[in-house]
């Protein structure tokens, strides 16, 4: 098997992002979904809730889906022949900064996430009256 860096392999390899982001939108929809079921809609805020909830659902849904189609069209990518490239145009400091920026933006997405999975571990451990969720993997 060929092992050299290729654009196609590398659009593969980062299908992985979109692939887990749509994962975990779909499961932030389908959360609000189920917390929906315990609304009391006779009451005008759970009514007001409910109406938000429905909107911010489908939105994720379809967000979700959209994600999962761009993973799966980059990960078809991965046998794309390499093309010719101009170095110029990849030395141009534009090209450093947006992979600087994409690079600052995947520390702080991690940060978030750490830092919410604490939170949301809590609240598990809480459910299950554990003090945490009883688990220590992520």
């Not at 189609?69 to 145009?89: C, S, T, V």
């Not at 978030?112 to 554990?130: A, F, N, P, S, Y």
Request: glycine residues 6%; hydrophobic residues 40%.
């Amino acid at each position: 098997m060929d092992d050299q860096p290729t654009c196609g392999k590398g659009l593969a390899e980062h299908s992985a992002l979109p692939a887990k982001l749509g994962e975990l939108t779909a499961a932030l929809a389908e959360n609000l979904e189920i917390h929906m079921k315990a609304l009391d809609l006779q009451d005008p805020n759970a009514r007001e809730e409910y109406d938000a909830y429905v909107k911010v659902a489908k939105e994720h849904r379809d967000i979700a889906t959209r994600l999962q189609a761009a993973a799966q069209q980059m990960a078809r990518y991965r046998d794309l022949p390499m093309g010719r490239h101009d170095e110029e145009a990849m030395a141009d400091p534009k090209a450093l900064e947006a992979f600087e920026k994409f690079v600052r933006l995947e520390q702080e997405l991690l940060a978030l996430l750490q830092q919410w999975v604490e939170r949301d571990r809590q609240m598990l451990g809480e459910i299950h009256g554990t003090g945490s969720s009883g688990s220590d993997k992520p």
